[in-house]
């Protein structure tokens, strides 16, 4: 007779290619199906492994719902969402995906900055609309030689930075210390990073130390001739202070891949033109999928081998 499969905890709406891959080794039971749909989160005991996203996050009174957990994995580079400190205390590890998303989020952040910059999806638009046969498309705005101010120059920051200066950009960043081995103007506010920049790029964490750091002032800093570029997070920015400056011209653009109540976007940024709006997706490549659904089987088969595997509560 076969060995019963450890059974895992569904706490978040996992993508069907991971849920997949957790289905081929372990029983996946999603704990929505164990408590009331409108009630709190339910006791729930027999479970050490649990599973959840970025985005859902775990938080302590969840952990105090799951008595037996010892291992909570979670899908993305983001831990804001995680109380890291409850986990501790508790002697609960927790592994994500910190380093696999890194490249692509970085090559999306530049693809984002070309969109907007020069302005392709409006030409898509154009030409699609038929306007190409009796308009001629408005002027886009060169990217080389131009100013990238980036908020957070961690691992997906300096991709971004190495990124925009082989296009031929300056970069000056922004971040909550100055990095003595980075290669680049360092502004210790990001107001003033904001008026040195052709393009603003966030790819800073988003937590309460970063909630609407980009706000009107910095908005109005960007002026009209700059760009917001969103890769981090939503909350990083004040959204109605960056709807009004679209709407008023008073920045050129913006492209965002996140937004401050995903994915119930305000509608009014489906009337904007000079937006490039995505879904979240700026890391969702074959091979980041493959790379981040390897590394959650791994740490998962790691903890229950009691092998060694990175874990976010050690720092």
């Known amino acids: 007779m076969a060995e019963p499969r450890h059974r895992l905890l569904v706490v978040a709406t996992i993508p069907a290619d991971l849920r997949a891959a957790f289905d081929r080794a372990y029983d996946l039971v999603d ?10 989160f339910a006791t729930t005991a027999g479970f050490d492994v649990a599973v959840t996203t970025g985005m859902r996050g775990f938080d302590e009174a969840m952990m105090a719902a799951v008595p037996d957990l010892g291992l909570i994995v979670s ?11 409850a986990a501790r205390r508790r ?21 984002l900055t070309f969109a907007i910059m020069r302005r392709v999806v409006e030409a898509d638009h154009f030409v699609r ?4 046969l009796k308009e001629r498309m408005a002027p886009s705005t060169r990217v080389a030689g131009k100013t990238m101010g980036i908020v957070g120059l961690g691992k997906i920051g300096r991709s971004i930075a190495a990124r925009a200066t082989a296009l031929g950009m300056t970069v000056a960043y ?3 210390r100055q990095q003595a081995d980075a290669p680049y103007t360092y502004v210790g506010d990001p107001r003033e990073l904001a008026a040195t920049a052709d393009v603003l790029v966030l790819s800073c964490v988003g937590d309460a130390g970063t909630r609407h750091l980009i706000g009107a002032a910095a908005l109005e800093a960007l002026g009209p001739a700059g760009y917001l570029v969103n890769v981090a997070r939503g909350s990083v920015v004040d ?4 709807l009004d400056a679209l709407e008023q011209g008073r920045i050129a653009g913006a492209a965002l891949d996140v937004f401050a109540d995903e994915p119930r976007i305000d509608p009014r940024f489906l009337a904007l ?11 969702i490549t074959h091979e980041t999928r493959a790379a981040i659904i390897d590394r959650m089987l791994r740490d998962t088969a790691a903890y229950l081998a009691k092998q060694p595997f990175h874990d976010a509560t050690r720092g």
């Open 273 to 283: 033109g000079n937006v490039v709006l995505q879904p979240h997706s700026a890391s």
């Open 129 to 132: 609309a038929g306007r190409w």
């Open 75 to 85: 899908q993305g580079v983001g831990l804001e969402r995680i109380d890291l400190a």
């Open 174 to 176: 922004h971040g909550r």
């Open 91 to 111: 002697g609960i590890a927790v592994c994500h995906t910190p380093d696999e998303l890194t490249e692509d989020v970085a090559e999306a952040a530049i693809a």
């Open 31 to 40: 704990h929505a199906s164990l408590s009331a749909p409108s009630g709190p």
């Open 239 to 242: 959204e109605a202070a960056l």
